[in-house]
């Protein structure tokens, strides 16, 4: 048996916000707070995703959690500067950081002593520092190559994307991946299952055919303009190509309510669904120069996973599981559309012929079985770049959980019973999933008629156009054709409310009757100047932490001290 990694966690910042985060109340001075630097005496707009901060439930979960003075803390630092002198260091530490301390106040939220976490806070605290630092750059005239550079570290650092890195475990890998919360202009209160499964999973030991299996794991945004810019690439190529390759990969995200679907397969296609930034995408998925790829750009790609092995050994626990193998197509020789910016979508573009057995020879994609929103994107990147890496036998494929429930039924509240029991069985059930998924390894699949390509691209396949010209209107797509799963459904991130509603769609045209999960990051997500020459992110490890060790951290709180942590529940 290799011998469990440590890693080390500075501890003084570290206990204040454990010690809040042990008591969720609603405190009264959490309406009063701004995250504006208070050296900004007349601060510059905030983008529509950063404003939503101020909401009365954001403010709840970040005062609950502690989260809300790691926010204030770097308002203040970035104060201290003297021009752009010690930004990079500084946003690069604070951003770190945070991955560290959102994944302490998630398990803290989370049922004590139970496999559990809430993924709100890190979210909303990572949009006020994100907004906090665009303010304080308009203040300062800081350049805006400058701050998108900065931004798209805090943003990327933050979500734990450079953390992937099997190297540097002496145990076995798998690789998970989750999403933000999306459609919060609905309902903040919005919860997203994939990344609180992020959360209480990642530095988790599972056991695996050869011994026990460390879970690496890392966010990605709800955000078409990240993808195109290659976010997922440059956060999964050093996990997929590291020396002790991943045993398999999970890409997760919310799906239908009271099911898992395993995706059989990933359509080339967005659907033009609004994201957090309420832009729409439609048209064939662009992938962008520099990143390695299969040429040409294949319309779909499959799932290696052992789906149904794993809908043997865990359906029903207490979930269904279903290996869905449906896709919509349109002919052989349809020509591609560029994807292109604007609200809404075309709904008549994501059109076709749904078929419940896979697509068939050379036909042209309109939807995976995930549908036509980001969920289909991250598995259709993920999946692609495993076949361009020359690694078609390494597992991986995407699995859609059921739509988190438990809020969307009361006024106001944060969390309840119902919403924390829900969110633990989802949790519980994805790790029986992947254990599963180790125990019985890959499924072969034919070899593609496209050239896999290991050096990166020199050119886009395709490229946003312009920026969108409407608003985002409120209707919803009725057309079952629009989406890989049935009316009513817009599967997985394309559709239904994250404890917002039972079943809530996404319009192709737009924007959605509820609320989901998918993703893409922050500004200038393409051009963080930290990366290296392989575009590739600075190292840091995850933190592995379990909600029972906690407690022991709150009794050495006080003290400013380092202490190793061993990995969580190690079998």
């Known amino acids: 048996m290799k011998p469990l990694t440590k890693r080390t966690l500075a501890l003084p910042a570290v206990a204040a916000v454990v010690a809040s985060t042990l008591s969720i109340g609603a405190p009264a001075a959490a309406t009063e707070q701004t995250f504006t630097p208070t050296c900004v005496e007349d601060p510059t707009a905030l983008g529509v995703e950063e404003a939503l901060v101020y909401e009365p439930a954001p403010r709840e979960l970040l005062s609950a959690s ?39 106040a998630a398990r803290a939220m989370g049922a004590d002593g139970e496999l559990d976490a809430d993924d709100r806070p890190l979210y909303w605290a990572r949009l006020a520092m994100t907004g906090a630092l665009r303010q304080w750059s308009a203040a300062n005239d800081v350049p805006q190559k400058t701050l998108e550079a900065e931004l798209a570290k805090l943003d990327a650092l933050s979500r734990g994307q450079d953390t992937l890195d099997p190297d540097a475990s002496e145990r076995d890998v798998v690789v998970l991946t989750g999403f933000d919360p999306f459609f919060l202009n609905r309902d903040a209160r919005i919860s997203n299952p994939s990344g609180a499964i992020v959360l209480a999973l990642d530095g988790e030991i599972v056991q695996g055919p050869n011994g026990p299996v460390e879970i690496q794991a890392a966010l990605f945004p709800v955000r ?48 033009g669904t609004v994201d957090n930034e309420q832009v729409c995408s439609q048209g064939t998925t662009p992938i962008p120069a520099g990143v390695a790829t299969v040429s040409p750009q294949p319309q779909w790609t499959e799932s290696t996973l052992p789906r149904q092995a794993m809908v043997d050994d865990v359906d029903g626990q207490p979930f269904a599981v279903n290996d869905r193998r449906s896709v919509v197509e349109l002919p052989a020789g349809t020509p591609s559309i560029a994807a292109r910016q604007g609200c809404p979508a075309d709904r008549s573009l994501n059109e076709g012929t749904k078929r419940e057995d896979g697509p068939s020879e050379g036909s042209v994609a309109r939807a995976g079985g995930g549908g036509t929103y980001l ?64 125990a019985h390894g890959t499924v072969g699949s034919d070899e ?69 999960s998918d993703s893409t990051a922050s500004d200038g997500a393409n051009s963080s100047d930290a990366a290296d020459e392989a575009g590739r992110l600075p190292r840091t490890g995850g933190l592995p932490l379990s909600t029972a060790g906690i407690g022991a951290l709150l009794i050495a709180a006080g003290a400013a001290l380092v202490i190793g942590v061993r990995r969580r529940r190690s079998r």
């Open 375 to 438: 969920s289909n994107e991250i598995a259709y990147r993920a999946t692609l770049l495993r076949d361009a890496l020359g690694e078609k036998d390494l597992p991986g494929g995407h699995v859609h959980t059921p739509v988190l429930e438990g809020v969307q039924n009361t006024a106001s509240e944060v969390s309840n019973p119902e919403f924390e029991r829900n969110r633990q069985q989802i949790i519980a059930q994805t790790k029986s999933l992947l254990e599963s998924a180790l």
């Open 66 to 104: 502690g989260l809300d003075r790691v926010a204030t803390d770097f308002a203040a630092e970035l104060c201290s500067l003297t021009g752009t002198d010690g930004l990079s260091a500084l946003v690069e530490e604070r951003a770190r950081g945070l991955w560290q301390k959102g994944i302490l």
């Open 224 to 271: 078409w303009r990240d993808f195109g810019d290659g976010m997922v690439e440059k956060a999964l190529t050093p996990a997929f190509s590291a020396k002790n390759r991943p045993q398999l990969f999970f890409t997760i995200s919310q799906g239908s309510p009271k099911s898992f679907d395993l995706e059989a397969f990933n359509g080339a296609w967005r659907g």
């Open 448 to 516: 593609p008629t496209e050239t896999p390509t290991d050096t990166p691209t020199d050119e886009p396949t395709e490229s946003p156009t312009d920026a969108p010209t409407e608003e985002p209107t409120t209707g919803a797509d009725t057309s079952a054709s629009a989406n890989g799963s049935d009316d009513g459904a817009d599967s997985g991130n394309d559709a239904t409310a994250a404890g917002n509603s039972d079943s809530a769609e996404a319009g192709a045209d737009g924007t959605a009757k509820n609320s989901a």
